[in-house]
């Protein structure tokens, strides 16, 4: 009797001991720095915010990840130890500003939560510790560098103190300058391409579907595939000419032809949300034909010449 309750006890622990290492492998310890821990789920959210900027997926990435997180627990340790402290406003107003970038990218705040697979209010929440720690090793360091006083003889001592055959190899380097001109529209080029959005705006108002016209049309890559959709989004996420059309339309409206850097813009608002618009737009990119090209070209013709002929100096003609 013993003997089977010793070994039912030895199959307890052995089940318990697996349902632990199951738990360890969901999240590990990466980095001890002094008194504090980097966790995997620490470097992943770091990579999955990276990520959701719009960047390409990178595994070697998450090696300088961990590198910049034990500096800066090394740097938050510290100013610990210094009393230097981060207030919970600037806390949010960091969090603000990194998720109003974040949704900008992902083209909008849906769109962001979709790829997080958390609502932004969550996100924020979980990102919060590593904010405040971060803006605590910014001011650390800060702190650090403010007391660096560094004199031109010093440098100068330094470098003539080093040995040259220990010296890295360069290899040839160049300083440039260049002078560039981007093609100019006239304005009968440029009234010629706004009547060809100006058609499309017609059939949409006449009865077309807005998302459809999007797909067909629109040379936005980063919304005409899904019907000119934008998400949710705050002023601060468009340029201003978008946003202050599309704050003044109202839900279904279809505005007028809005010019932007960006090109001509058709905008619809589907929905509003306290500070937010949900919007979509077809956008007509203002190309330059083959007369404004040649015209480009025939101007920077004329400009190197004057160089070339030292009629005018390179600095001048640039500016």
């Given at each position: 009797m013993k003997k089977n309750i010793y070994i039912l006890f030895l199959l307890l622990f052995a089940s318990i001991q697996a349902s632990l290492a199951q738990r360890q492998v969901i999240d590990r310890v990466v980095a001890t720095v002094g008194s504090g821990i980097i966790l995997q789920s620490d470097v992943d959210m770091q990579y999955s915010q990276w990520l959701a900027q719009g960047n390409k997926p990178d595994e070697n990435y998450k090696d300088g990840i961990?590198?910049?997180l034990i500096v800066q627990k090394l740097l938050s340790q510290q100013a610990v130890i210094d009393s230097i402290d981060v207030t919970e406003t600037e806390v949010d107003d960091n969090l603000n500003a990194r998720l109003r970038h974040m949704s900008q990218q992902a083209g909008g705040q849906e769109r962001l939560e979709k790829f997080l697979n958390r609502s932004l209010l969550q996100y924020k929440e979980e990102m919060r510790p590593s904010v405040f720690e971060q803006l605590k090793a910014q001011k650390m360091r800060?702190?650090?560098?403010?007391?660096?006083?560094?004199?031109?003889?010093?440098?100068?001592?330094?470098?003539?103190?080093?040995?040259?055959?220990?010296?890295?190899?360069?290899?040839?380097?160049?300083?440039?300058?260049e002078i560039v001109m981007m093609p100019k529209l006239t304005d009968a080029e440029k009234k010629e391409q706004r009547e060809k959005i100006e058609g499309i705006r017609k059939q949409i108002v006449d009865g077309s579907d807005f998302?459809?016209?999007?797909?067909?049309?629109?040379?936005?890559?980063g919304s005409a595939p899904y019907g000119g959709d934008l998400g949710f989004g705050t002023r601060d996420n468009y340029v201003k000419?978008?946003?202050?059309?599309?704050?003044?339309?109202?839900?279904?409206?279809i505005s007028p032809i809005v010019e932007s850097k960006y090109g001509f813009h058709i905008i619809?608002?589907?929905?509003?949300?306290?500070?937010?618009?949900?919007?979509r737009h077809i956008l007509m990119k203002i190309n330059p034909g083959p007369a404004a090209l040649e015209r480009t070209k025939n101007k920077l013709d004329s400009i190197y010449k004057l160089v070339v002929d030292k009629k005018m100096d390179f600095y001048h003609a640039a500016t």
């Open positions: 961990l590198e910049q800060q702190n650090i560098v403010s007391k660096i006083d560094v004199t031109p003889l010093e440098v100068k001592r330094y470098f003539e103190g080093l040995n040259k055959d220990s010296l890295p190899y360069f290899n040839t380097e160049v300083e440039i300058g998302g459809t016209m999007a797909r067909i049309y629109s040379q936005d890559p000419e978008f946003s202050a059309m599309a704050f003044k339309l109202k839900p279904g409206e619809q608002v589907l929905e509003r949300r306290g500070e937010e618009v949900h919007t």
